[in-house]
């Protein structure tokens, strides 16, 4: 597959079917009376491994399944890893998740819950890359790209089809944006059914390497620092493929939110939606709360694409921010 094409996304459907959630799409009425549109939520966090990354990886896994092959290895943050342990022992596949010291605690627990053999790596998703492909080469594993993947892209891509399907006349997307997976395939099948429709990328303020990269209009290398949406970290690779330029072509808007938007983004999340958001699920809602969504482009809908937050740090940011 040398590119990417609606006919792949709805395959791609095809092969999730029965292995991945079908997720809901529910109104928000908080966020729908500050916008002055419907809003609406598209609840990632239903997935079985809490993230959007299981459609992905699975549509990969599926694929790579079918030419024989019985390991695979990857570079994540967490989610991607977990996504990739949960498909392979599905599948019956062996895999080793690399993943570097700033993946906070509970996502590599959960990886190494689902039987994947954990490998840390330096202090960025660039680090945990190099040590991912030094074992495809050296040990013979297959390696899956956590973002820049066509079959990863297409899995995610699934997602647009749901919001179309179930929203006809959604008129803008805002999805959470890093190495850029999920935003270039949701927007990809979302503009590629309603060409009308705006897709806004949201990242932290933080080492945001999709927006740095698309400033300086190639790839770069940018440090990559804590935040609280860690799921965001790491960079776009400096040989992107495919999302770097399918993010340059589907983004109308890129909005970058500070660390306190974030823990209100993951406060809201809580206290008016009943929902458990990451912080990098929690970026777009931010971005709404920050009044930075033009309104006129309504029904609004807000990818929420992961819930793995440690538990005792989103305690602490809800007591923190008892008045947000």
């Given at each position: 597959?040398?590119?990417?094409?609606?006919?792949?996304?709805?395959?791609?459907?095809?092969?999730?079917a029965g292995r991945v959630a079908h997720t809901p799409l529910v109104e928000s009425p908080s966020l729908s009376?500050?916008?002055?549109?419907?809003?609406?939520?598209?609840?990632?966090?239903?997935?079985?491994?809490?993230?959007?990354?299981?459609?992905?990886?699975?549509?990969?896994?599926?694929?790579?399944?079918?030419?024989?092959?019985?390991?695979?290895?990857?570079?994540?943050?967490?989610?991607?890893?977990?996504a990739l342990a949960y498909a392979a022992r599905a599948l019956g596949i062996e895999a080793a998740v690399c993943?570097?010291?700033?993946?906070?605690?509970?996502?590599?627990?959960?990886?190494?819950?689902?039987?994947?053999?954990?490998?840390?790596?330096?202090?960025?998703?660039?680090?945990?890359?190099?040590?991912?492909?030094?074992?495809?080469?050296?040990?013979?594993?297959?390696?899956?790209?956590?973002?820049?993947?066509?079959?990863?892209?297409?899995?995610?891509?699934?997602?647009?089809?749901?919001?179309?399907?179930?929203?006809?006349?959604?008129?803008?997307?805002?999805?959470?944006?890093?190495?850029?997976?999920?935003?270039?395939?949701?927007?990809?099948?979302?503009?590629?059914?309603?060409?009308?429709?705006?897709?806004?990328?949201?990242?932290?303020?933080?080492?945001?390497?999709?927006?740095?990269?698309?400033?300086?209009?190639?790839?770069?290398?940018?440090?990559?620092?804590?935040?609280?949406?860690?799921?965001?970290?790491?960079?776009?690779?400096?040989?992107?493929?495919?999302?770097?330029?399918?993010?340059?072509?589907?983004?109308?808007?890129?909005?970058?939110?500070?660390?306190?938007?974030?823990?209100?983004?993951?406060?809201?999340?809580?206290?008016?939606?009943?929902?458990?958001?990451?912080?990098?699920?929690?970026?777009?809602?931010?971005?709404?709360?920050?009044?930075?969504?033009?309104?006129?482009?309504?029904?609004?809908?807000?990818?929420?694409?992961?819930?793995?937050?440690?538990?005792?740090?989103?305690?602490?940011?809800?007591?923190?921010?008892?008045?947000?």
């Amino acid at each position: 597959m040398s590119s990417l094409s609606l006919a792949d996304v709805f395959r791609a459907r095809q092969r999730l079917a029965g292995r991945v959630a079908h997720t809901p799409l529910v109104e928000s009425p908080s966020l729908s009376s500050l916008a002055g549109v419907p809003v609406y939520l598209k609840l990632e966090t239903a997935q079985p491994t809490g993230s959007f990354k299981v459609r992905g990886a699975t549509n990969a896994l599926a694929e790579i399944a079918q030419s024989g092959v019985r390991r695979v290895v990857t570079a994540s943050t967490g989610n991607h890893g977990r996504a990739l342990a949960y498909a392979a022992r599905a599948l019956g596949i062996e895999a080793a998740v690399c993943m570097s010291s700033l993946v906070p605690k509970n996502k590599v627990d959960a990886v190494a819950a689902l039987g994947a053999r954990i490998l840390i790596s330096g202090r960025s998703q660039d680090d945990a890359q190099v040590q991912a492909l030094r074992m495809a080469q050296e040990e013979g594993y297959a390696f899956v790209a956590p973002f820049d993947d066509l079959r990863v892209i297409a899995g995610q891509a699934t997602i647009g089809l749901e919001i179309l399907e179930a929203l006809p006349d959604a008129a803008t997307l805002v999805v959470p944006l890093s190495g850029g997976g999920l935003f270039s395939g949701t927007a990809f099948a979302a503009k590629g059914i309603r060409p009308d429709l705006r897709a806004i990328g949201v990242s932290m303020a933080r080492g945001a390497a999709m927006h740095a990269s698309l400033a300086a209009g190639m790839p770069i290398a940018v440090e990559e620092v804590e935040t609280l949406a860690d799921s965001l970290g790491g960079g776009i690779g400096l040989e992107n493929r495919y999302t770097f330029a399918m993010t340059n072509d589907l983004a109308d808007e890129i909005l970058l939110v500070d660390e306190p938007s974030i823990a209100r983004g993951i406060v809201h999340a809580y206290r008016q939606e009943r929902l458990i958001a990451e912080g990098a699920a929690a970026v777009g809602i931010a971005a709404l709360l920050e009044w930075r969504i033009a309104a006129g482009h309504g029904p609004i809908v807000i990818v929420v694409s992961g819930a793995n937050i440690d538990m005792d740090a989103h305690r602490r940011i809800v007591m923190e921010n008892a008045d947000a």
